[in-house]
Protein backbone atom coordinates (compact mmCIF):
# COMPACT_ATOMS: atom_id res chain seq x y z
CA UNK A 1 0.00 0.00 0.00
CA UNK A 2 1.16 3.66 -0.49
CA UNK A 3 1.75 5.97 2.13
CA UNK A 4 0.11 8.89 0.77
CA UNK A 5 1.21 11.05 4.04
CA UNK A 6 5.04 10.81 3.57
CA UNK A 7 4.75 11.22 -0.57
CA UNK A 8 2.78 14.30 0.03
CA UNK A 9 4.93 15.51 3.03
CA UNK A 10 8.08 14.62 0.64
CA UNK A 11 6.30 16.44 -2.28
CA UNK A 12 5.99 19.63 0.17
CA UNK A 13 9.14 19.72 1.30
CA UNK A 14 10.57 19.03 -2.30
CA UNK A 15 8.25 21.91 -3.29
CA UNK A 16 10.11 24.35 -0.62
CA UNK A 17 13.40 23.23 -2.11
CA UNK A 18 12.13 24.17 -5.67
CA UNK A 19 10.95 27.94 -4.59
CA UNK A 20 13.80 28.51 -3.26
CA UNK A 21 15.90 27.10 -6.11
CA UNK A 22 13.87 29.82 -8.46
CA UNK A 23 14.61 33.13 -6.19
CA UNK A 24 17.77 32.31 -5.29
CA UNK A 25 18.94 31.67 -9.00
CA UNK A 26 17.84 34.74 -10.04
CA UNK A 27 18.80 36.65 -6.92
CA UNK A 28 22.36 35.45 -6.78
CA UNK A 29 22.75 36.21 -10.43
CA UNK A 30 23.81 39.84 -10.22
CA UNK A 31 26.61 39.21 -8.10
CA UNK A 32 27.89 36.10 -10.39
CA UNK A 33 27.92 38.64 -12.94
CA UNK A 34 30.26 41.13 -10.92
CA UNK A 35 31.47 38.41 -9.70
CA UNK A 36 33.08 37.13 -13.08
CA UNK A 37 33.89 40.67 -14.35
CA UNK A 38 35.85 41.15 -11.56
CA UNK A 39 37.60 37.80 -12.30
CA UNK A 40 37.70 37.93 -15.99
CA UNK A 41 38.08 41.99 -16.50
CA UNK A 42 35.03 41.51 -19.20
CA UNK A 43 31.59 42.34 -18.11
CA UNK A 44 29.47 39.07 -19.64
CA UNK A 45 26.11 40.09 -17.89
CA UNK A 46 24.21 39.94 -20.81
CA UNK A 47 25.52 36.67 -21.79
CA UNK A 48 24.95 35.08 -18.19
CA UNK A 49 21.37 35.94 -18.34
CA UNK A 50 20.65 35.09 -21.70
CA UNK A 51 22.13 31.37 -21.15
CA UNK A 52 20.45 31.03 -17.98
CA UNK A 53 17.08 31.54 -19.84
CA UNK A 54 17.89 29.84 -22.46
CA UNK A 55 18.56 26.88 -19.85
CA UNK A 56 14.92 27.03 -18.49
CA UNK A 57 12.99 26.17 -21.46
CA UNK A 58 16.00 23.66 -22.70
CA UNK A 59 15.56 22.06 -19.34
CA UNK A 60 11.72 21.98 -19.37
CA UNK A 61 12.22 20.29 -22.93
CA UNK A 62 14.01 17.93 -21.66
CA UNK A 63 12.61 16.67 -18.73
CA UNK A 64 9.52 16.69 -20.50
CA UNK A 65 10.91 14.36 -22.77
CA UNK A 66 12.73 12.18 -20.29
CA UNK A 67 9.04 11.52 -18.81
CA UNK A 68 7.10 10.80 -21.34
CA UNK A 69 10.20 7.98 -22.59
CA UNK A 70 9.44 6.78 -18.96
CA UNK A 71 5.56 7.39 -18.51
CA UNK A 72 5.66 4.67 -21.81
CA UNK A 73 7.75 2.47 -20.03
CA UNK A 74 5.45 2.60 -16.65
CA UNK A 75 2.58 0.42 -18.11
CA UNK A 76 0.27 3.34 -18.22
CA UNK A 77 -2.83 3.28 -20.57
CA UNK A 78 -4.88 6.69 -21.39
CA UNK A 79 -8.09 6.69 -20.09
CA UNK A 80 -7.38 2.99 -18.51
CA UNK A 81 -7.67 2.11 -14.60
CA UNK A 82 -4.06 1.66 -13.88
CA UNK A 83 -2.63 -2.03 -12.55
CA UNK A 84 -0.97 -1.56 -9.23
CA UNK A 85 2.32 -2.07 -10.41
CA UNK A 86 1.81 1.39 -12.93
CA UNK A 87 0.24 3.35 -9.93
CA UNK A 88 3.68 2.81 -7.65
CA UNK A 89 5.32 3.62 -10.91
CA UNK A 90 3.78 6.77 -11.30
CA UNK A 91 4.01 7.58 -7.69
CA UNK A 92 7.66 7.20 -8.50
CA UNK A 93 7.71 9.74 -11.49
CA UNK A 94 5.60 12.01 -10.00
CA UNK A 95 6.71 12.53 -6.21
CA UNK A 96 9.93 10.42 -5.37
CA UNK A 97 12.05 11.07 -8.28
CA UNK A 98 11.50 14.82 -8.52
CA UNK A 99 11.50 14.94 -4.64
CA UNK A 100 14.89 13.26 -4.58
CA UNK A 101 16.50 15.82 -7.42
CA UNK A 102 15.42 18.48 -5.68
CA UNK A 103 17.38 16.97 -2.50
CA UNK A 104 20.63 16.86 -4.71
CA UNK A 105 19.98 20.11 -6.34
CA UNK A 106 19.89 21.74 -2.42
CA UNK A 107 22.79 19.86 -1.83
CA UNK A 108 24.65 20.63 -4.54
CA UNK A 109 24.07 24.17 -4.22
CA UNK A 110 25.12 24.45 -0.86
CA UNK A 111 28.83 24.44 -1.91
CA UNK A 112 28.23 27.46 -3.53
CA UNK A 113 31.11 29.52 -2.69
CA UNK A 114 30.70 33.16 -3.11
CA UNK A 115 30.36 34.67 0.29
CA UNK A 116 28.70 38.08 1.23
CA UNK A 117 32.16 39.48 2.23
CA UNK A 118 33.88 38.01 -1.15
CA UNK A 119 31.23 39.82 -3.49
CA UNK A 120 31.58 42.42 -1.13
CA UNK A 121 35.18 43.28 -1.74
CA UNK A 122 34.80 42.50 -5.96
CA UNK A 123 32.61 44.85 -5.90
CA UNK A 124 33.84 47.53 -4.42
CA UNK A 125 36.96 47.32 -6.40
CA UNK A 126 34.93 46.51 -9.58
CA UNK A 127 33.78 50.75 -8.54
CA UNK A 128 37.34 51.44 -8.36
CA UNK A 129 38.77 50.25 -11.48
CA UNK A 130 35.39 51.75 -13.38
CA UNK A 131 36.28 54.72 -11.81
CA UNK A 132 39.70 54.49 -12.48
CA UNK A 133 38.73 54.37 -15.93
CA UNK A 134 36.07 56.80 -16.67
CA UNK A 135 38.67 59.22 -15.21
CA UNK A 136 41.22 58.01 -17.75
CA UNK A 137 39.28 58.31 -20.21
CA UNK A 138 38.24 61.56 -19.19
CA UNK A 139 41.81 62.64 -19.69
CA UNK A 140 42.61 61.35 -22.92
Known amino acids: SMQYGA ?56 CGFIFGLLLAHSGYIANAVQSGETQQ ?16 SAIIQSFYGLSDKALTGAIAELAERREKAHQDHQTQ
Open 89 to 104: SLLLLAFIVPSVLMVI
Open 7 to 62: VWMLFMLSGLFLGMENVFAFALMPGMVDYGEWKTGKNKGGMIHSLFGLSLPLGAAV
